[in-house]
C-alpha cells in the first residue's frame, strides 16, 4: 500500500493523468496479488495450511481446543 501511495504522490507531480494514474496502480495491485498467490501456493505445497472437505470439519476444527 505504501508503494500505491508513493507512486500517486510521484505521479501528481509529474503531471501524470488520471487515467495513466490507474493505468499504473493497476499494474502495481496485480504484481501484489500475483506475490500473494505464490505464497499460498508455497504455502499449500510445505502443508502449511490446513484444507477441509466440508463446511462441518472447519466448523469442527474452528471450535477445536488447540
Known amino acids: ?9 510521484e505521479a501528481v507531480k509529474e503531471g501524470l493523468s488520471r487515467d495513466e ?7 502495481i495491485l496485480d504484481k501484489e496479488a500475483q506475490k500473494r498467490i505464490e505464497q499460498s501456493e508455497r504455502d499449500i505445497k510445505e502443508h502449511r495450511v490446513k484444507r477441509f472437505k466440508t463446511a462441518e470439519e472447519l466448523l469442527e476444527d474452528l471450535h477445536s481446543p488447540d
Open 21 to 27: 494514474i490507474m493505468s499504473q496502480i493497476d499494474l
Open 1 to 9: 500500500m505504501k508503494e500505491i501511495i508513493e507512486f500517486m504522490e
